[in-house]
C-alpha cells in the first residue's frame, strides 16, 4: 500500500486501526485520534506531542492556538504544510486535561509513529518540542540546547537494526534506551533537528532578535535552505 493510501485521513488503514487502538489508558477518554495531516509523500515529517482539545474536536493535528502560529512561522519560511511536510504527534489521543503524556503512553504508541515513519520514509525530521525529541531519540531536557541544530542519523545498516544510540551526532549521545526504529534512507541517513514547540512561543511572543520567536523562525529558514539546497530533498 501507498503512502498516500495508508496515512489518508479519512482511509481505512492506519487511521482506522489507530481509531481502534487500545493499547493504552487514553483509548478511555479519547473523542477520536489524530493520526496526520499534510503530504504523505513529504520529504519532511514534522512530529510534535499530542493533540489538544481543537485538535481532537477535527481530528488534525497543529490546527488548534499552536498550530496557527506554527503554520503562520513554516508560511513565513516559505514552507507549505500541505506539500512540503507531513505533520504527526507522538502520541495519537489526547492526553486529559492537555497534561505531558507519560512514558508508558508514549511507549504504547511509538509503534504507530514506527509505522507512519516507514511509511512517509522522510530525509529530514523535525522534533517539535521536548517529548518529540525524547521519544524519538530518547534525550531528555536539551531542547533549548539542541534547537536549531541537525542531527544526522545513518542509517546504513538497514531498516530495524538502528538504534539512535548509533547515530552520528555533533552534539550528545542519546540515550541507548530508545528503541525507536527508522527506515534504511540509503547512504544520507536522516537529519534531524529540534525546534521550540510553538506552545512555548506563544508563552513568550517577543520576536526581539535572539527571542524564542525569532530563533525559531531562523530556525524555519534553515530548514527551508536544506530542502531546496539538497537535490536527494528537492
Ligand atoms: S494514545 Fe496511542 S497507544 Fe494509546 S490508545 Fe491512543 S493510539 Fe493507542
Not at 489538544?52 to 513565513?76: D, I, K, T, Y
Not at 542519523?153 to 539512535?164: C, F, K, M, N, V
Amino acid at each position: 500500500m501507498t503512502a498516500a493510501a495508508d496515512l489518508a485521513p479519512s482511509g481505512d488503514s492506519l487511521a482506522a486501526e489507530c481509531g481502534a487502538c487500545r493499547r493504552c489508558g487514553l483509548a478511555e477518554t479519547r473523542q477520536q485520534v489524530v493520526v496526520g495531516r499534510g503530504n504523505p509523500n513529504a520529504r519532511l515529517l514534522l512530529v510534535g506531542e499530542a493533540p489538544g482539545a481543537e485538535e481532537e474536536a477535527c481530528g488534525q493535528p497543529f490546527v488548534g492556538r499552536s498550530g496557527r502560529l506554527l503554520e503562520a512561522m513554516l508560511a513565513a519560511a516559505g514552507l507549505s504544510s500541505e506539500q512540503d511536510l507531513y505533520i504527526a504527534n507522538v502520541i495519537k489521543c489526547r492526553p486529559p486535561g492537555n497534561r505531558k503524556p507519560s512514558r508508558a503512553e508514549i511507549a504504547a504508541c511509538r509503534p504507530w509513529l514506527e509505522r507512519q515513519i516507514a511509511l512517509v520514509r522522510p530525509q529530514l525530521v523535525l522534533l517539535v518540542g521536548a517529548t518529540a525529541l525524547e521519544a524519538l531519540l530518547g534525550i531528555r531536557g536539551g531542547i533549548t540546547r539542541l534547537r536549531g541544530q541537525w542531527l544526522q542519523l545513518e542509517t546504513s545498516q538497514g531498516p530495524d537494526q538502528l538504534a539512535p544510540s548509533q547515530a552520528s551526532q555533533r552534539q550528545p549521545t542519546p540515550s541507548p534506551r530508545s528503541p525507536l526504529r527508522w527506515p534504511d534512507q540509503g547512504e544520507g541517513g536522516i537529519a534531524l533537528m529540534p525546534l521550540l514547540h510553538p506552545s512555548y512561543l506563544l508563552r513568550n511572543p517577543s520576536e526581539a532578535e535572539g527571542s524564542p520567536r525569532w530563533l525559531t523562525r531562523a530556525d524555519l529558514v534553515a530548514v527551508r535552505d536544506r530542502l531546496g539546497r539538497d537535490p536527494c530533498l528537492g
